[in-house]
């Protein structure tokens, strides 16, 4: 019995702050601190020393840390087991995010450290401790990135438990909770393609590849100036062959030097060549149907 008190008296007080239901509270600004209740349950509002400009506190920055031990081992609460991440992965859920305030400011987490009400952080039943959260208000698409270090919240209906301040910036603090989405961040892992910057640049497509032609526009073999070339592609406007071949070119260096546009039968074909051999225009066939997707067409003059 002395071992279980000391696992929950040094994982945040676990019986009294987070097994609870918290009402809707009406407040008349939360950025505007009062060292009374102010109409807050179980008086959990904001503490006298509130910042005054709780919006202004930047998110958490997500940041390589070592994982708490201590917070990985399964444990129990309200006769319900919990088993916690042991590494940082991958987690995506959505449930209903409540939060707590003054009753708790200033008293130990899970992970040992002091809960700060005005720190951007959170409380999780299984998320490792400490790790990092873009948690979303569904309703409003709003979001904040919190540190999770504590245990909670031990309701089935909860997902998680905000600081006072995420909570107010996401604007939960008035309705008492909200549904939300929670979404694990992993430091130094790209972000996903939806959260991708649009200022990003994305790769140069690759060539598109030509409209096939028809077998009375294709050249006929010829045989005065020997060599083979391999056809990529005809178009009957010469800008659009260059514009082809420059982006062949670019696209695809070890073929450049080999790349021309000709001009028959009043269309300007785009190829490469010449090959001194069979075997080596075979190959570099092979290497362009790979790499663009087209089949060269085999030219022996």
Known sequence: MAACFLLLS???????RRDSTRPPVTPSSPATPS????????????????PANLDAIPDAVPRVEPLHRGAMRPYTVMGRNYTPMT???PYRARGVASWYGRRYHGKQTSSGEIYDMYAMSA???????????RVTHVATGKSVVVRVNDRGPFIDSRLIDLSYTAAHKLGVIAGGSAMVEVEAILPGAAPPASSVPAAVTAPAPAPP?????????????????GGIYLQLAAFS??????AYAGRLRADQAWLAPQLQVYVRDGLFRVQAGPFGNPDEARQAADRISQSLGIKPLVLVR
Do not use: M, W
Request: proline content about 12%; hydrophobic content about 30%.
């Open 209 to 225: 590849a030509p409209p096939p032609e028809s077998a009375d526009r294709q050249i006929p073999v010829a045989t005065d100036s």
């Open 87 to 89: 590494a940082l992965a």
């Open 123 to 133: 409380a999780h039943t299984t998320l490792p401790i400490p790790s990092y959260a």
């Open 237 to 242: 406007a010469r800008d659009n062959a260059e």
């Open 10 to 16: 040094g994982c945040g007080t676990f019986g009294g």
């Open 35 to 50: 060292s009374k209740g102010g109409g807050y349950y179980l008086d959990d509002g904001p503490g006298a020393n509130a």
